[in-house]
């Protein structure tokens, strides 16, 4: 079992992980998700020591590694990392580069290492490159000897960090299909990556990354089927999204409008449903400003690249009304034809006590 507490690693410029707390049992298989620079690498390097950790404690099993009497070297030989650039030795074979570290760290003798290298090279399908140099291989099958080495350790714990990422794209399908062998295993895994179906179909569990830690933790279902927390929803279903505060009536309204057209562009949105965000947007916080004493509302446009879907959804103050049974028949027939969906919710003792959410017509 990997334990964490309050580890925490500060950069000069930046704190990637502020406070990751967490419990890693024997056979988890993790993949680690999450946007780019949320820390995923950091976390990975501080559990194999790779990075020093400003603070907190990390023990694998027993052992605590984090304390200063701990022999790194010792922790590192029980736990494999595999990297995006796999760091051959160039001037030996495949399998030397398989048998340097059994034979140098674990004392393995000569034909103990040549035959559990060549029974990983076959796992890795790879038995016919043993004698080949690494030049002569091909990126994915570099990776493939890359994780047969890490293999060779028999590591208690494997780090892979976007294992496949420097890979032609013909290539990442053989290596993931070797990890996805070895996820069977009941070794426990940590694997950083950014392709969603395989993270999905390898692990158990998922850790999302954001805000300096652990944001959501859950089973894969809970993370790409029912995501708890919103910025889980919005990276796994791939939602951009524009919001704003609106807060009395003098509000900068060409300014904001300016906003959602950039963000359109942005997010490269089609231009007729670009069209129908803007207008939907226009037109129910004009009514809205109209309606409302003391107008406060918080508006949110969430667009989906998975299914160029873009929702808004408009949270207001004041009593119970719905724009969308409003008596002004002119913004209400534009707001239709824009529009394919509205739900409107009474938040009874909410600060902002009205909800609509408006689907927008996409042609
Ligand atoms: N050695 C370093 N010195 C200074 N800053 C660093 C160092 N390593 C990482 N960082 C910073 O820490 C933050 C987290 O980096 P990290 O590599 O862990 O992100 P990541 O989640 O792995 O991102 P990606 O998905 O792009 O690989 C980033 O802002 C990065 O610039
Ligand atoms: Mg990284």
Same mark, same amino acid.
């Given at each position: ?163 496949? @990422?420097?890979?032609? $794209?013909? !290539?990442? *399908? &053989?290596?993931? +299909? ?8 009941? %070794? ?61 009536? @003098?509000?900068?309204? $060409?300014? !904001?409008? *300016? &906003?959602?057209? +950039? ?8 231009? %007729? ?83 609509? %959410? ?6």
């Amino acid at each position: 079992m990997i334990k964490i507490e309050h580890l925490r690693k500060e950069y000069p410029n930046v704190t990637p992980l502020e406070d990751v707390n967490v419990e890693i049992h024997d056979g988890d298989v993790i993949s680690v998700i999450g946007p780019s620079g949320t820390g995923k690498s950091t976390l990975l390097r501080c559990i194999n020591l790779l990075e020093k950790p400003t603070a907190g404690k990390i023990w694998i099993g027993e052992q605590e590694i984090t304390d200063p009497k701990c022999d790194i070297n010792k922790v590192r030989q029980k736990m494999g990392m595999v990297f995006q650039s796999f760091n051959l030795f160039g001037h030996k074979t495949v399998i030397e580069n398989i048998m340097l570290a059994p034979m140098d760290l674990l004392g393995r003798s000569k034909q103990e290492a040549y035959d559990t290298g060549m029974r990983l090279l076959r796992t890795v399908g790879l038995s016919e490159k043993a004698l080949n140099y690494p030049d002569e291989l091909s990126g994915g099958q570099k990776q493939r000897i890359a994780i047969a080495r890490t293999l060779a350790m028999d590591p208690d714990v494997i780090l892979l960090d976007e294992p496949t @990422s420097a890979l032609d $794209p013909t !290539m990442v *399908g &053989e290596v993931q +299909a070797v990890i996805r062998d070895l996820s069977k295993t009941g %070794k426990t895994m940590m694997i950083v990556t950014h392709e969603m179906n395989f993270a999905k179909a390898i692990c158990n569990r998922v850790f999302f990354m954001d805000e300096g830690g652990i944001y959501e933790d859950g089973s894969p279902e809970q993370i790409f089927e029912h995501p708890q927390r919103e910025k889980t929803r919005r990276f796994v279903y791939r939602l951009k999204a524009i919001e704003f505060d609106i807060k009395g009536r @003098s509000c900068d309204f $060409p300014g !904001m409008i *300016g &906003e959602i057209m +950039a963000y359109c562009i942005r997010n490269q949105i089609e231009r %007729k449903l670009a069209g129908h965000i803007q207008l939907t947007f226009e037109e129910v916080t004009q009514l809205l400003l109209a309606a409302l004493d003391d107008p406060r509302i918080h508006a949110v446009c969430e667009y989906s690249e998975n299914t160029g879907i873009a929702e808004w959804t408009f949270l207001y103050n004041g009593p119970q009304f719905n724009v969308m049974a409003s008596d002004n028949d002119l913004a209400l027939s534009v707001l239709k034809g824009v529009t394919d969906h509205a739900a409107y919710t009474w938040l009874e003792g909410n600060e902002y006590s009205n909800q609509l %959410k408006l689907i927008n017509r996409s042609a």
